[in-house]
């Protein structure tokens, strides 16, 4: 069965700097990863959809990669600001999803 | 991007009720849509795939009698949690996808917060 890994759980950085959050799965004959942002109390909203043929998207400042046969994706978050500051969740047609990684950005 | 949007916002209920929670596709049908669940602090959890017009598939653990969908339209599924319990208190979250396989996105609706006393 699917299992999905976060890492980090937690990360609270400064303003401006360039952030990676790691997501692993375990079986990888997806059809895609998607990645989304959960603010407290609140639904999810997508930020970036990689089908498996694809190797990254961009959206912005943010930048997913996929490895497929590895069992990996990294989001890059450029110059990050306070406003990114939520939970970061990844999961794969599978359905499973990760734990998050808990994002703070202070000013 | 789609839309799916979830009504109520929030419910609380006595113990012993049954809830409904809407799920719908705004602008978009839905064959299939999904219900999760999400305790505090913890990722969300699958509880069953609904599809339209026929039955709902359940994920291990879940009870199909106590958590009952259903698919009436293509742009909206229900969940009602019968005969509610403390326990049963959690974040509901519907999502559905904007075609008819696992490749195509998936979009959240808002959520539920349901509160049983």
């Known amino acids: 069965k699917q299992e999905v890994t976060q890492i980090p759980a937690a990360l609270s950085v400064p303003e401006g700097e360039n952030l990676v959050l790691n997501c692993s799965f375990t079986?990888?004959?997806?059809?895609?990863l998607q990645w989304f942002r959960q603010d407290p109390g609140k639904g999810l909203t997508s930020l970036l959809l990689?089908?498996?043929?694809?190797r990254e998207q961009t959206s912005g400042r943010l930048n997913a990669s996929l490895d497929k046969s590895s069992g990996r994706s990294t989001l890059y978050i450029a110059a990050s600001q306070p406003g990114d500051s939520a939970t970061y969740l990844c999961?794969?047609?599978?359905?499973?999803f990760g734990t998050g990684t808990r994002l703070q950005v202070f000013p | 991007g789609a839309v799916v949007s979830q009504h109520p916002s929030w419910v609380i209920c006595k113990s012993g009720t049954s809830v409904k929670i809407e799920c719908r596709s705004l602008?978009?049908?839905?064959?299939?849509m999904f219900w999760y669940r999400q305790f505090p602090k913890q990722s969300l959890m699958l509880m069953a795939t609904?599809?339209?017009?026929?039955?709902?598939?359940?994920e291990q653990g879940v009870e199909k009698d106590k958590f009952l969908i259903n698919h009436a339209s293509l742009t909206l599924s229900t969940l009602t949690v019968t005969s509610a319990h403390p326990e049963d208190s959690s974040f509901y979250i519907c999502?559905?996808?904007?075609?008819?396989?696992?490749?195509?996105?998936?979009?959240f609706g808002p959520g539920t917060r349901l509160t049983v006393t």
């Open positions: 999502s559905a996808r904007d075609g008819g396989g696992p490749s195509y996105e998936q979009y």
């Open positions: 079986d990888s004959a997806i059809y895609n």
């Open positions: 990689i089908q498996s043929s694809q």
């Open positions: 999961t794969t047609d599978k359905l499973i």
């Open positions: 602008d978009f049908q839905a064959t299939t």
């Open positions: 609904s599809n339209e017009g026929s039955k709902a598939t359940y």
